[in-house]
């Protein structure tokens, strides 16, 4: 059974905590279509959450086409329409990210120096793809 | 639900007690259905608005509607439909715990002793126990579950996991949020920790010396509040009404901003403000000497 856990001091709310790690664990293999997610008031004893905050994560992942509620069974993960990326491309992105960390961390990076550098160049990213 | 779909409204409630306000202006639109923090630092006055709502006290002015009913005209009925739970988790320390539930049955005029027992069964409490010997926790359990019992539309709880240790703080909101997925409970309570709010609280309430300070939805709260963190800067950026804290070191202004604010200017990074850091910015706004300028903290 899928597990959910949640970081209070990362500024994410919890409901988008919650759909992250469900996207993650699809994009990674983790979740497979037909398994069932764990009933809300299941994860809500677990992790003594508000079960509005878990329906709302639910709805989310239902209109993103991750997830189907079927009533009094649970909420499952569907079939996939088109995967969000090949296994080669997710191959090949995992051996260049870890190509450039050795990189990093060879040039005297630390961790926090690399998720500084991620998260400036990320943001300068996007702001040119506003532009 | 209730007909209006709101647990509390008040408006401009005070009170006034020999030494002074306690609560002044307080206006409320709270939604049923969902769980509500009342949050402030000790003496902010949120005891005293508990007690408002649920008709221990009267409003020196103003009213307050709890459940689409005007407190000052509370009937055995309506008051049926409120559950609360002081601070400390008061029980007869002498009683049994069946005693207790015996006396929570005849006490009220709904009350699923069912319920209450299986909710200890599964805590491990055992019914024949005096309540005095119950651990802290134990207690709490048991304060919960006769409150529970009541089947309330409404539940204010006082601080009612201030005095337990983090282990049983996380079994007393396993059972709270638990009786908010499975019965639709509105949980009303009040807490001056503001630390894991977040995961169990939908709507929010700042409280601080006697006023409103900032209320609402969390999740509109934090998407409409930011951190720009970007070189000092000596602009005038902290009488904006936009900056609600600025602090400078010396190279870096980061500023917490509400929705509406700064364009973010180059070379400024925004970034999401936890809740925590958000409710700690408001107190310590509203504890500043002047309300008139909100002129950040100069280090």
């Known amino acids: 059974m899928f597990v959910f856990r949640l970081d209070t001091h990362s500024g994410v709310p919890p409901y988008l905590q919650l759909v992250q790690q ?17 009933l809300i008031r299941e994860v809500v004893e677990d992790l003594a959450i508000n079960p509005n905050t878990v329906a709302k994560a639910y709805r989310q992942l239902e209109q993103e086409n991750l997830v189907t ?17 090949s296994a080669s491309t997710y191959t090949s992105l995992r051996r260049g990210l870890a190509t450039w960390l ?5 040039a005297g990076l630390d961790e926090q120096a690399v998720d500084a550098l991620v998260a400036s160049v990320r943001q300068q990213t996007r702001s040119e793809d506003v532009a | 639900m209730t007909a209006t779909g709101f647990a509390l409204r ?16 307080c206006t409320l639109d709270l939604p049923a259905g969902g769980v509500i923090a009342l949050v402030g630092p000790n003496g902010a006055g949120k005891t005293t608005l508990l007690r408002l709502v649920v008709g221990l006290l009267a409003p020196s002015t103003g009213t307050v509607e709890v459940l689409g009913h005007d407190v000052a005209d509370s009937t055995p009925q309506t008051l049926s439909r409120v559950g609360f739970l002081a601070q400390d988790h008061p029980l007869y320390r002498r009683f049994t715990v069946a005693e207790m539930l015996r006396f ?45 019992a009541k089947r309330p539309d409404l539940l204010v709880l006082d601080e009612p996991v201030a005095s337990l240790d ?46 409103v300070t900032l209320t609402g939805d969390i999740d509109t709260l934090l998407a409409e509040h930011r951190l720009l963190v970007g070189p000092r800067t000596t602009h005038d950026l902290d009488r904006s009404a936009a900056v609600v804290e600025a602090v400078h070191s010396d190279r870096h202004t980061t500023l917490l901003v509400r929705d509406g604010g700064l364009p973010a200017a180059p070379g400024w990074q925004a970034r999401p403000v936890a809740l925590e850091d958000l409710v700690l910015a408001y ?8 309300a008139t300028v909100p002129s950040g903290v100069a280090a």
């Open chain 2, 283 to 290: 107190l310590r706004r509203s504890s500043e000497p002047s």
């Open chain 2, 104 to 148: 929570g049955r005849s006490c009220n005029l709904r009350f699923d002793q069912e319920l209450a027992e299986r909710r200890l069964a599964k805590r491990g409490i055992p019914l024949d126990r005096r309540a005095g010997t119950l651990s802290g926790g134990q207690q709490a359990q048991v304060a919960l579950a006769l409150a529970l």
């Open chain 2, 166 to 211: 983090p282990l049983a703080r996380h079994e007393f909101m396993q059972v709270l949020m638990g009786a908010v997925a499975e019965d639709g409970v509105t949980v009303l309570f009040s807490s001056h920790v503001v630390h894991e709010l977040e995961r169990v609280c939908d709507h929010l309430v700042v409280l601080d010396q006697g006023r």
């Open chain 2, 10 to 25: 008040t408006d401009g409630v005070g009170k006034r007690y020999r030494k002074g306000w306690a609560l002044r202006d």
């Open chain 1, 102 to 106: 050795r990189r990093a961390y060879a």
């Open chain 1, 69 to 85: 509620g079927r009533p009094g069974q649970g909420t499952f993960v569907d079939e996939q329409q088109s995967p969000a990326m």
């Open chain 1, 22 to 38: 469900v996207r993650q664990a699809v994009l990674l293999g983790f979740l497979q279509p037909g398994d069932r997610l764990p």
